[in-house]
């Protein structure tokens, strides 16, 4: 990451640094909130103003995705691969669903629509184990 951000011109801040690495650490699809009540106690000084900045930056440079949902709710994703994220419709947990099987369709998809897409996101909404 340092070497990427390197590249691309910006600084390669500690707290930048902090925020990307709790995503990554984490397969749970973050909130902003999340990572500031996470962060905020290494770094007690940061706002939850400069939290949203770098992750704004963080998904505009395309390291993460954020993921807006109908209720307003918004969370952030590392995986950048193609995968389907699992929504529990009682309790919002999301997972990811990867197979080689979701590449083949989607793949099969594209080349039936005749585009090339710019990105992509595919949810499946659902009740979880734990909620049934």
Known sequence: MIEFLREKGLKV?????????????????PTAEQIYQKIRG???????????????????????QELGFDEGSVRYDPDMDL?????????GKITDYKTDKVE??????ISDIGIKPKGHRIDLYYECDDCK
């Open 13 to 29: 801040t500690s707290q930048r640094l902090a925020i990307f690495n709790f995503i990554l650490s984490r397969k749970d699809h």
């Open 42 to 64: 290494e770094y007690p000084t940061i706002s939850l103003g400069t939290v949203y900045k770098n992750l704004h930056l963080l998904k505009e440079i395309g390291l993460i």
């Open 83 to 91: 995968h389907v994220n699992m929504v529990c419709t009682n309790c």
């Open 104 to 109: 083949k369709l989607w793949n099969a998809l």
